[in-house]
């Protein structure tokens, strides 16, 4: 199924780079890049390429494409603590209704501060 696109989704703008992003890691299925209003250093976001409002929703081969991602992007950013963050609907403080899963780093209190 090709992949489904919403023109006023702001992630999905991002996916086509009408929005500028820092990109981390582009696959066929997913695209990830740095959060716009950072939790931590590092925190970043892992999102299908297809337009899905919620995970329940997704296709379950984008689906297995955003878990390995979020992974390398843990590796590579040599956290030990970190949160893997998925919100599904306002109640449950789903801002932006594209997919996504945040990575986010929980630096310790003798980690480097910035
Ligand atoms: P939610 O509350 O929906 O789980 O999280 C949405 C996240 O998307 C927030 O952490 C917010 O900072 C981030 N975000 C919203 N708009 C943009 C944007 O235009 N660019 C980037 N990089 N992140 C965004
Ligand atoms: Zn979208």
């Given at each position: 199924?090709?992949?489904?696109?919403?023109?006023s989704?702001?992630?999905?703008k991002i996916?086509?780079?009408?929005?500028p992003s820092?990109?981390?890691?582009?696959?066929?299925?997913?695209?990830?890049f740095?959060?716009?209003?950072?939790?931590?250093?590092?925190?970043?976001?892992?999102?299908?390429?297809?337009?899905?409002?919620?995970m329940?929703?997704?296709?379950?081969?984008y689906?297995?494409?955003?878990?390995?991602?979020?992974?390398?992007?843990?590796?590579?950013?040599?956290a030990?603590?970190?949160?893997?963050?998925?919100?599904?609907?306002?109640i449950?403080?789903?801002e932006?209704?594209?997919?996504?899963?945040?990575?986010?780093?929980k630096?310790?209190?003798?980690?480097?501060?910035?």
């Amino acid at each position: 199924m090709a992949a489904r696109t919403l023109a006023s989704c702001i992630f999905c703008k991002i996916i086509k780079g009408e929005i500028p992003s820092f990109k981390l890691i582009e696959t066929d299925l997913s695209y990830s890049f740095l959060d716009i209003g950072p939790l931590s250093k590092g925190h970043a976001l892992v999102i299908p390429k297809d337009h899905t409002v919620k995970m329940h929703e997704l296709p379950d081969n984008y689906l297995a494409d955003v878990l390995p991602v979020a992974k390398k992007i843990a590796v590579a950013l040599g956290a030990e603590n970190y949160n893997i963050l998925q919100n599904n609907g306002r109640i449950a403080h789903q801002e932006v209704d594209h997919v996504h899963f945040h990575v986010i780093p929980k630096p310790s209190a003798t980690d480097e501060e910035g």
